[in-house]
């Protein structure tokens, strides 16, 4: 079929809970390096600089990361199309399909990058950022927007190397951008004082590399797959639209839980730069605790777009009974490991006794929320069969009601009842997410969703 290793394959063929799994820790190994990799910028200003640079490096990360979640989104959505062509043996359309979603996203991200440097400002405003943070935060912002091609790109390949049966190439790109991040954090703010500034610049280098060697790496894999006797083209209108239709509800989806965090976020503001820093804490301990449960959910969504292609239906259930086990198994060992070592995670970025008041929300946000990661994964997965699926309209409802219960209850209980309110708003919305989602997926509406024709 193509001159690339059977493993690249192994979804098709394998047991599904081997496939499932083996594809999975690539992607949990990474997705931890890319938090860490985010992580350094806050664990850097928060040691070496100050309270108030952690404070201001964490509210702008709620910006950022809904950038990341339309690159995310967009990414995952496209891998659809390109992961049912592949299933279906349609080598040159998946080649057009992958060209198309890079050609595409590269002129999206360009555009929102100059949206966000026109507006930084502005959307720091609405989001309540106190004045004693706010040149910091503006300057961190102004300097990622720089970068957003760089980011998006490096992000869209990964999930094209994903919907490849391929994730260990992500997972050695990720180490290498997360190392380079890390030395070039420490270089800038201790070497050369360059504070929020430094961390900020560090991270548009290491993604700016990555995504060029992501670029020249995919075009070698690329050339590994044989032709066929349909046409190749760089870029496919017909194909984008069809590619649109699937990429914007998952980029919805994304979007939607980063809108959530950053309306949340609008709310925490409110309490002042002690809150923020330590609610940023512990929002990066929940961000490194998720990854494997996200993971899977995305190691099912590839795993349920090439068996759709192939037509293989009861491989997908299977898949997804399997997922179950794995995601109780994570969610005890990662609720025991933050409530036995959450301090410990917390005071590598904080003081327990110069930041007491930030030291205190970080343990509770982080001690809390832990009991109820398994929602998370419930969610996840449920949501990455949909999406792998092609079945996307109650997928994206399911996204709107999380957001919506966070918002809500952030916004009205917590002025009323205290900042701990924002926490509680989590699980309800995770929860909420999953159930919408799994009432839909019994209804077997997914199974007979056909995006792609497999090949005569």
């Not at 938090?35 to 100050?50: A, E, P, R, T």
């Not at 997804?320 to 005890?332: D, I, K, S």
Request: charged share 15%; proline share 2%; aromatic share 14%.
């Amino acid at each position: 079929m193509e001159n690339v290793s059977k493993k690249s394959f192994s979804m098709l063929t394998d047991r599904p809970g081997k496939a499932l799994l083996l594809f999975a820790f690539p992607l949990i190994l990474g997705n931890l390096f890319q938090q860490f990799y985010n992580i350094m910028d806050s664990v850097v200003v928060g040691k070496f600089v100050s309270e108030n640079a952690l404070a201001s490096v964490g509210a702008s990360y709620a910006v950022t990361n809904v950038f990341i979640a339309v690159a995310i989104g967009g990414g995952m959505g496209s891998s659809v199309i390109i992961s049912q062509f592949l299933g279906a043996g349609r080598l040159t359309k998946m080649k057009t399909a992958v060209s198309t979603t890079l050609i595409s996203f590269l002129v999206i991200s360009a555009a929102l990058g100059a949206f966000g440097l026109a507006f930084n400002d502005r959307i720091l405003s609405l989001m309540n950022v106190p004045d004693n943070i706010f040149a910091d935060a503006a300057l961190y912002l102004r300097i990622y927007f720089w970068g957003l091609p760089f980011l998006f790109m490096y992000n869209v390949q990964a999930s094209v190397f994903n919907s490849l049966g391929d994730s260990r190439t992500p997972l050695k790109l990720l180490i290498f951008s997360s190392l380079l991040n890390i030395v070039l954090d420490l270089l800038f703010v201790i070497e050369f004082h360059m504070a929020v500034r430094g961390v900020a610049v560090a991270t548009l280098i290491a993604q700016g590399l990555s995504a060029a060697l992501s670029f020249l790496i995919l075009m070698r894999k690329l050339r590994g797959y044989r032709q066929d006797e349909e046409d190749f083209r760089f870029y496919d209108r017909e194909m984008a639209a069809s590619m649109t239709r699937v990429a914007l509800p998952s980029i919805l989806q994304q979007s939607i839980v980063q809108l959530g965090i950053l309306l949340v976020q609008s709310v925490v503001n409110t309490f002042g730069s002690s809150v923020i820093a330590g609610y940023s804490a512990g929002t990066r301990i929940e961000s490194i605790s998720i990854v494997p449960m996200l993971a899977i959910g995305n190691a099912m969504s590839t795993f349920t777009a090439q068996n759709m292609g192939a037509g293989n239906q009861k491989r997908v259930k299977e898949g997804y009974r399997v997922c179950y086990f794995a995601l109780a198994g994570f969610a005890v060992v990662l609720c025991v490991l933050t409530q036995l070592f959450g301090s410990l995670f917390i005071s590598a970025f904080l003081d327990a006794e110069a930041s007491a008041e930030a030291f205190s929300v970080g343990m509770a946000y982080a001690g809390f929320i832990s009991f109820f990661y398994i929602f998370i994964g419930l969610k996840a997965t449920t949501d990455g069969l949909l999406r792998g699926a092609g079945d996307m309209k109650v997928f994206t409802a399911a996204n709107l009601a999380n957001l919506a219960i966070r918002v809500f209850v952030a916004n009205y209980f917590a002025p009323r009842y205290g900042v701990q309110f924002v926490w509680y708003a989590v699980p309800l919305g995770w929860a909420a997410n999953y159930l919408i989602s799994f009432v839909w997926y019994l209804t077997g509406h997914w199974s007979r969703i056909r995006l792609v024709e497999k090949k005569g």
